[in-house]
C-alpha cells in the first residue's frame, strides 16, 4: 500500500515562498506518478502540479505555472513543491496523490488518483 505523508504547510505574505514535502512509502515500482493537489475552503480538489516518475514529464495547473516546481529526491522517496510568488488565492489544503500506472492522459487527474495524504495547510495572507 502506497502511504503519503505531506509536510511544509503554513502561514506566508504574498510574494513569500514555501516548500511543500510529500514523504512517499510503498512503490510498487516507478512506473506512477506522484502529484500535488489543493481544495480552497468550500472549493473542490484541483490538480497542481504532477510528475511522472518513470519518464519525468509533468504538468502544471496554469494559475501556477512558472511560479510552482515540482520535483523529486530519489535518495529519500520524497517529492517536493517548491511555491514562489504566492497569492492569496494560492490558499488551501494541499495534498499528495499516486496514480498507478499513468497512461496518456495528462497528470493530476483526480479520479485516476489511488492514494491520498492527509494534506497540509497553505495559508497566504494579503
Known amino acids: 500500500e502506497v502511504h503519503l505523508v505531506e509536510s511544509g504547510g503554513g502561514l506566508v505574505q504574498t510574494g513569500g515562498s514555501l516548500t511543500l514535502s510529500c514523504d512517499v512509502s510503498?512503490?510498487?515500482?516507478?512506473?506512477?506518478?506522484i502529484g500535488w493537489f489543493r481544495q480552497p475552503p468550500g472549493d473542490e480538489r484541483e490538480g497542481v502540479a504532477c510528475l511522472n516518475i518513470r519518464d519525468g514529464s509533468t504538468y502544471y495547473l496554469d494559475s501556477v505555472e512558472g511560479r510552482f516546481t515540482i520535483s523529486k529526491d530519489n535518495a529519500k522517496n520524497t517529492v517536493y513543491l517548491r511555491m514562489n510568488d504566492l497569492e492569496p488565492e494560492d490558499t488551501a489544503t494541499y495534498y499528495c496523490g499516486y496514480e498507478k500506472r499513468p497512461g496518456f492522459e495528462r497528470l493530476c487527474i483526480i479520479p485516476l488518483q489511488e492514494s491520498w495524504g492527509e494534506g497540509t495547510l497553505v495559508t497566504v495572507s494579503s
Open positions: 510503498g512503490l510498487p515500482h516507478n512506473d506512477a506518478a
